[in-house]
């Protein structure tokens, strides 16, 4: 079963840092965009990042913009979300989800991604981050 692992989650006070790691258990992140979402208690799943299949294309929500970096390291098939001055409204689960189709900007010819979590077709398990002092 295609499936993604989450880790690096945890408990940091407001204003810590965290790295989430993104890695697939039975295929290779080479050829597909990849999304972190997350989900508070009571809230709907929300994009957080994406990074197009060749690094080329990130997005970002407008809530963890210079504060969260995603990359990605072919090489070792992992997918990393940053985290930065981290606070308390960015407590929740955190998923990562692999999307198998390839989207083009047809005028810029680059590959890209996607924020829609309807649009991924696998997800992890999720790994629980908690800001709090």
């Known amino acids: 079963q295609l499936q993604l692992v989450e880790s690096g989650g945890g408990l940091v006070q407001p204003g810590g840092s965290l790295r989430l790691s993104c890695a697939p258990s039975a295929f290779t992140l080479d050829y597909y965009a990849i999304g972190w979402f997350r989900q508070a208690p009571g809230k709907e799943r929300e994009g957080v990042s994406c990074?197009?299949?060749?690094?080329?294309?990130?997005t970002y929500a407008d809530s963890v913009k210079g504060r969260f970096t995603i990359s990605r390291d072919n090489a070792k098939n992992t997918v990393y979300l940053q985290m930065n001055s981290l606070k308390p409204e960015d407590t929740a689960v955190y998923y990562c989800?692999?999307?198998?189709?390839?989207?083009?900007?047809?005028?810029?010819?680059?590959?890209?991604?996607?924020?829609?979590?309807?649009?991924?077709?696998?997800w992890g398990q999720g790994t629980q981050v908690t800001v709090s002092s």
């Open positions: 990074i197009s299949s060749d690094s080329g294309s990130t």
């Open positions: 989800a692999a999307d198998f189709l390839f989207r083009l900007n047809v005028d810029t010819v680059q590959a890209l991604c996607v924020m829609d979590p309807y649009e991924y077709d696998y």
